[in-house]
């Protein structure tokens, strides 16, 4: 039955720390596993020239600034695309912009701008579209859906 008194860490997963500073014959003698002489070889002397290298690797980086959002910025496409691409009754999504290359592979939204003119009759499902774009589809009898 599992109990406090019972439960253990898994196997290998506890590791014996290394004892220096036990004479040689532990392996681990003289100077203790801390390599010659020198600024390293004392106490704080390996960190201080971290700490110094690490100030020089920061000052060598050039200054990023900015903001990177997550969310993901819509793909712009025109109407013009839309009439010299699609026919008339086809509907529009996002799939169908991709695969006719209008919107790249890895874009996961779309907006339908109003550059541009339209004259057939098509329909916008799952793309969103600026008030001037619905306009133009609704005008020549189009229909856009949310």
């Known amino acids: 039955m599992l109990q406090p008194h019972t439960i253990k860490p898994a196997r290998g997963s506890k590791k014996n720390p290394k004892k220096v500073g036990r004479g040689n014959a532990s392996g681990h003698g003289t100077s203790s596993t801390r390599g010659g002489k020198g600024q390293t070889a004392r106490s704080g002397g390996a960190r201080g020239l971290k700490i110094k290298a690490f100030k020089k690797m920061l000052l060598s980086t ?11 910025k819509p793909s712009e496409v025109y109407l013009s695309d839309l009439e010299t ?7 529009v999504t996002v ?15 779309a907006k339908i701008v109003s550059t541009g003119e339209l004259t057939k009759k098509i329909i916008i499902s799952g793309v969103t579209a600026t008030q001037g774009a619905v306009e133009k589809i609704k005008a020549v009898g189009g229909e856009v859906k949310a």
């Open 62 to 72: 050039p200054k990023l600034r900015g903001f990177k959002a997550l969310t993901h």
């Open 85 to 91: 691409n699609f026919s008339a009754g086809d509907i």
């Open 95 to 109: 799939e169908a912009l991709r695969e006719k290359n209008i919107i790249g592979s890895s874009v996961r939204a």
